[in-house]
Nanobody, 124 residues
Framework: QAQLVESGGGLVQAGGSLRLACAAS????????MAWFRQAPGQEREFLAG????????MYANAVAGQFAISRDNAKKSVYLQMNGLKSEDTAVYYC?????????????????WGQGTQVTVSL
C-alpha cells in the first residue's frame, strides 16, 4: 500500500511561487500515475494536474494550465507541482494522489491512495 507525504506548502504573497513535493513509500511507484488535487473550504476536491507513470503524458485542468506544472522523478519516488503567479483563490489544501494505472485521470474516484494534504495560503 502506497503512502504519500506532501510538503512545500505554506504562506505566500499573491504573485509568488511555491513548489509542492510528494514523496511515496511504495517501491512500485513507477507503475502509478500521479496527480495533484486541491480542496478549498466548503468546496469539492478539484483536479489540477496528472502525470502518467513514465512521465510521458501530462494533463492539466483548464483553470491552472500555464500557471502550474507537474513533474515526477521516479528515481526519487516523488512528484512535484510548481505553482507560479499564485492568487488568493489558489488558497486550499493540496493533495497528491496515486492511481494503480499507467494513465492519470481527472476524477478523484479514480485514485487509490492519497496524501494527508498540505496547506497553501496566498495572501493579498
Amino acid at each position: 500500500q502506497a503512502q504519500l507525504v506532501e510538503s512545500g506548502g505554506g504562506l505566500v504573497q499573491a504573485g509568488g511561487s511555491l513548489r509542492l513535493a510528494c514523496a511515496a513509500s511504495e517501491r512500485s511507484f513507477t507503475f502509478y500515475a500521479m496527480a495533484w488535487f486541491r480542496q478549498a473550504p466548503g468546496q469539492e476536491r478539484e483536479f489540477l494536474a496528472g502525470i502518467s507513470s513514465n512521465g510521458g503524458t501530462i494533463m492539466y485542468a483548464n483553470a491552472v494550465a500555464g500557471q502550474f506544472a507537474i513533474s515526477r522523478d521516479n528515481a526519487k519516488k516523488s512528484v512535484y507541482l510548481q505553482m507560479n503567479g499564485l492568487k488568493s483563490e489558489d488558497t486550499a489544501v493540496y493533495y497528491c494522489a496515486a492511481r494503480s494505472s499507467f494513465a492519470p485521470g481527472r476524477e478523484s474516484s479514480e485514485y487509490d491512495y492519497w496524501g494527508q494534504g498540505t496547506q497553501v495560503t496566498v495572501s493579498l
